[in-house]
């Protein structure tokens, strides 16, 4: 038995003896306080038994595993409706460049409360004015006395609301061409000046937020990298994004979920899972979350081997929002007016629904146009789009 087969097994046994407590009908009308306090439960005892932030140090309290360790625990978890949404950022984005950049004091004091469920991070990216263009960013960050003062808002914060920690990218020198000014930090999110409102969707989802930094002070120590030198920690965060994203149904409801809604609904008098078109959606769904799996691994495999990943990452997340959409577009027609009754309770990743409504994972991170963009530069070796802003100061260009 290989140690993939094993790991696998074990995973399917240690999650089928605790996950039921927390999935499924102990979720089921909840509001958001109580499935976030599930969720912290099951993130402790995940930590507990080695499986929470399976690929990070064990000194930290990490799983000391490998990328392909924490791949196939996802996989596995993934078959339980589980209260994990609210550490799908924390664990993934900011704690894990944290870790590189950060002094080994900081690690050893914010890393194990993280991992073990008790804090919850976010990243402090968009604003109004800079989304895909990351680096239009406007929010300042001021030198003074051994720190820094940020003044200016961020948007579209997921979890922002439930964060203690967050990383954040602010414009330390706009005299600089745009890319070149940014200095990134982490900061505590109770910091006297922050304020956090929620932003309301149409899905009626309540994970997104503007924040406002009035006059908020960050010590020097807390700054990840260079200054002026924050982009290239932002690239790395997104790359870590993209690369470490082991779900490829994007908090939407897995194929297995459509197949069993598929053999209950009814279709022409028929189950629907001996629907000819049916049964086309689900194997074109099968085959591109086959090649999604092989993608990501070729990745890892480059990364772990101390190679730079190709565009992997681009076509990755390319395709998982589109598999998504049309899923849960195939599945409302399914299920017919029900699909029209919106829970009000705690996230499910059952919920064909929202997934088909919420476009998010299309935008977030990288939009569908920016991707498409990377994949035409990188891969065709097309011309870059002009850029009438290239290598003027920040402060020029904007007027």
């Excluded at 999650?15 to 599930?38: C, I, T």
């Excluded at 309290?61 to 625990?73: N, Q």
């Excluded at 078959?79 to 950060?102: C, E, G, M, Q, W």
């Excluded at 807390?222 to 997104?238: D, H, M, P, S």
Aim: include cysteine.
């Amino acid at each position: 038995m290989t140690h993939d087969t094993h790991y696998r097994a074990t995973a399917r046994q240690w999650l089928a003896a605790h996950a039921v407590d927390f999935s499924g009908a102990a979720r089921r009308g909840l509001s958001l306080a109580e499935d976030v306090a599930l969720g912290r439960a099951w993130q402790a005892l995940k930590a507990r038994h080695g499986y929470a932030a399976i690929n990070l140090p064990e000194h930290y309290g990490g799983g000391g595993g490998s990328e392909l360790d924490k791949i196939i625990f996802s996989e596995e978890e993934l078959k339980y409706d589980l209260p994990t949404v609210y550490y799908s950022i924390s664990l993934s984005n900011p704690l894990p460049i944290f870790l590189r950049y950060a002094s080994e004091a900081f690690k050893e004091r914010l890393a194990p409360p993280a991992i073990r469920g008790e804090h919850i991070w976010c990243q402090l990216f968009s604003e109004p004015a800079a989304g895909s263009d990351l680096a239009a960013l406007r929010l300042r960050a001021e030198r003074v006395d051994n720190g820094w003062r940020l003044n200016g808002q961020k948007l579209w914060t997921s979890w922002a609301q439930l964060a203690d920690w967050g990383v954040v990218i602010a414009r330390s020198d706009p005299s600089l061409p745009k890319h070149a000014g940014l200095t990134y930090f982490f900061l505590d999110m109770h910091s006297p000046g922050i304020t956090v409102r929620p932003v309301r969707r149409l899905v009626g989802h309540p994970d997104l937020n503007e924040v406002w930094f009035d006059n908020v002070l960050i010590p020097d120590d807390q700054r990840l990298g260079e200054v002026n030198g924050g982009f290239k920690v932002a690239v790395e965060t997104l790359m870590i994004e993209r690369y470490g994203v082991t779900d490829e149904t994007a908090d939407s409801p897995p194929l297995e979920a459509f197949v069993e809604l598929a053999r209950g609904a009814r279709l022409n008098g028929r189950p629907a899972l001996l629907d000819g078109e049916v049964r086309q959606a689900i194997a074109k769904a099968f085959v591109e979350r086959q090649g999604l799996r092989s993608i990501h691994s070729r990745a890892m495999a480059a990364i772990a081997a101390g190679r730079e990943p190709g565009p992997e990452g681009a076509i990755r997340k390319l395709l998982i929002g589109r598999t998504r959409q049309q899923l849960g577009a195939l599945a409302m027609d399914l299920l017919g007016l029900e699909a029209l009754r919106l829970p009000a309770d705690s996230l499910s990743s059952r919920d064909f629904t929202h997934a088909w409504l919420d476009p998010s994972v299309r935008i977030a991170g990288g939009t569908d146009e920016i991707l498409l963009n990377t994949l035409a530069e990188r891969v065709l070796g097309l011309p870059q789009d002009h850029r009438p802003d290239k290598g003027q100061p920040f402060n020029t260009a904007l007027r």
